[in-house]
């Protein structure tokens, strides 16, 4: 299974007092040393943690998978092109929000995502839309056009007991649609070292994105081997 791994809140640190460190390029270059499948950015309208320059060195200076994600905006779609990471997910925006509170709202915004995904599709770029564990916004992503879909798992990471299991069931079953329709299907947000195993059991997942626990831990224990044992955390639970 891959891991994709998160660096917008080591610009996050280094943002909160406008310096030139922590650099993101340098986390993602341990990342990759821990086992790194995949390195992530999320280039936010507001800048608040990555910024421009991030993503073009990071483009430059890593060989696996960088996944942009981004709002489906003129601009991002632009800088998308331009800098042409290997996959680009689409995902909301809000300015007041602390990080993304849920999936694409697929009905409201349809138009525009659809231009969005044609767009940067027709590049070359697959596109994987960051939604909902439902069965709904599973269809109309394949309807939409992506390749992909990242399933959303703050609500489950955020539940308990009883509730964190109807959460677990919501995503088993929007992964197994995904992938009865012809859909590559990954998940993520929230996940951590206890509440990662779980879902990277469900079969079929390509890929976990995991950010904000990672680069936690990696305060204490260095990037690369938190990024280690991340890995190996979900490789034991996939081959279960």
């Known amino acids: 299974m891959l891991l994709g791994v998160n660096v917008d809140h080591v610009a996050t640190v280094r943002e909160a007092r406008k310096e030139t460190e922590p650099d993101p390029l340098i986390a993602a270059e341990l990342a990759i040393r821990g086992g790194a499948d995949g390195i992530t950015v999320h280039l936010r309208e507001d800048r608040r943690h990555i910024q421009d320059r991030d993503l073009r060195v990071i483009r430059k200076k890593i060989a696996i998978e960088l996944n942009l994600e981004m709002a489906a905006t003129n601009e991002m779609v632009g800088i998308a092109l331009k800098t042409r990471p290997d996959m680009v997910t689409l995902v909301p925006e809000k300015r007041a929000e602390l990080t993304t509170e849920g999936g694409l709202n697929l009905s409201r915004n349809r138009r525009k995502i659809q231009r969005a995904i044609e767009t940067i599709q027709a590049k070359g770029i697959p596109v994987s839309l960051f939604i909902n564990p439902s069965i709904a916004d599973v269809n109309n992503s394949k309807e939409l056009g ?17 509730k964190q299991s109807e959460e677990l069931r919501r995503v088993k079953v929007a992964v197994k649609r995904g992938l009865d329709i012809g859909l590559l299907v990954n998940a993520g947000h929230g996940l951590n070292y206890t509440n990662a195993k779980k879902i990277a059991s469900i079969k ?3 890929g976990l994105y995991i950010g904000h626990s990672i680069v936690s831990k990696s305060i204490y224990l260095g990037m690369e081997k938190a990024v280690s044992e991340m890995k190996n ?3 034991a639970a996939a081959r279960r």
């Open 146 to 162: 992506a390749q992909m879909v990242e399933i959303h798992t703050g609500l489950y990471a955020n539940a308990k007991g009883r």
């Open 204 to 206: 079929g997942l390509r």
């Open 233 to 235: 955390l979900i490789n």
